[in-house]
């Protein structure tokens, strides 16, 4: 008999990185609400008390920490200090992330770097922490937080499409490798989502039109809107539950259809 327990987080510590708002912190609460103890991390302390408050604001007790993703010492003793505090992560989301929209031509390397360096060595690094700790408690969930990006291209996004690209494959690799220890490595490819990080591209020009990215979206979306980070949660609390134990290396996209259509016929 199917029982909707499988779906219930009770129990979990989850720690979601980046989660002071957006995205992340719009996952995050869905996971709490669902039963898990949330863990997050900000690179900045006054952010961080921010997250902390929001967080409270919904009844949500989380445990933050001033923490950069792509700093492999701090991250252990991150871990280690959860796993003290809270105790050992089953649920890892990897959402910190940034972007860059420069032309290829024009970027320089360092920028380039800095983008791949957070956005696909900062989930190898939390994933190399936490694995452990899954290995011995007998489970895990790595949730990576992917992109349009890991699949198509688009003017000014090189070094972003390259990071996110790669997370996918990484994804497939840490099911592939770890799969045996009872850890599901899954990855959400959003769409288009409505959070700070694309704010530029759905800004209002002088005239009070929309941004012509902001209607290039939406024609280009058959859902015909920005996704926002509560379009994630469900999603979400799937692959962090036991309800998708035997989903491993997958990417779920939640993009309103993004990459099912071929695009607007013209008029
Ligand atoms: P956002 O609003 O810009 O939030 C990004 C979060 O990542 C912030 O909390 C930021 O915290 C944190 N962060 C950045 N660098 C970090 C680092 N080195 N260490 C720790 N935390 C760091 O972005 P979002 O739109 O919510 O995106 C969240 C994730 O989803 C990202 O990976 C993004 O690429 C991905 N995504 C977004 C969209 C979209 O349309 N919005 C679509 C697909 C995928 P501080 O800067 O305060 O430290
Ligand atoms: C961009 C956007 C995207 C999205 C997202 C799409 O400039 O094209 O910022 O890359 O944020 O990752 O899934």
Not at 10 to 35: H, M
Not at 58 to 76: F, P, R, S
Not at 96 to 115: C, H, L, N, Y
Request: with cysteine; charged share 20%; proline share 4%.
């Amino acid at each position: 008999m199917f029982d909707p327990k499988v779906f219930s987080l009770e129990g979990k510590v989850a720690l979601v990185t980046g989660a002071t708002y957006g995205i992340g912190f719009g996952i995050a609460t869905a996971l709490a609400k669902c039963g898990a103890t949330i863990c997050f991390n900000d690179r900045h302390q006054e952010k961080l008390d921010q997250g902390i408050a929001a967080y409270k604001e919904l009844g949500i007790e989380a445990h933050g920490y001033v923490c950069d993703v792509t700093d492999e010492e701090a991250v252990a003793r991150m871990v280690a200090q959860i796993e003290k505090e809270v105790g050992i992560i089953d649920i890892l989301v990897n959402n910190a992330g940034i972007i860059k929209r420069v032309p290829m031509i024009e970027m320089s390397a360092a920028d380039f770097r800095q983008v791949v360096d957070i956005d696909l060595n900062g989930p190898f690094i939390m994933s190399k922490a936490v694995i452990p700790g899954m290995i011995k408690k007998g489970h895990g969930k790595i949730i990576n937080i992917c992109s349009m990006m890991s699949e198509l291209g688009r003017e000014t996004v090189s070094a972003y499409a390259a990071a996110k690209g790669g997370l996918k494959m990484l994804t497939k690799n840490i099911c592939s490798e770890y799969g045996k220890y009872n850890i599901q490595c899954n990855g959400i490819g959003p769409g288009y989502i409505a959070t700070p990080q694309t704010a530029p591209l759905r800004e209002r020009q002088a005239d009070g039109s929309r941004h012509p990215f902001d209607s290039f979206i939406v024609a280009k979306t058959p859902a015909e809107r920005w996704g926002d980070p509560e379009d994630l949660q469900g999603p979400a609390v799937f692959l962090a539950s036991d309800a998708s134990n035997f989903v491993n290396g997958h990417i779920l996209y939640v993009d309103g259809g993004i990459l099912a259509y071929i695009g607007r016929q013209p008029e």
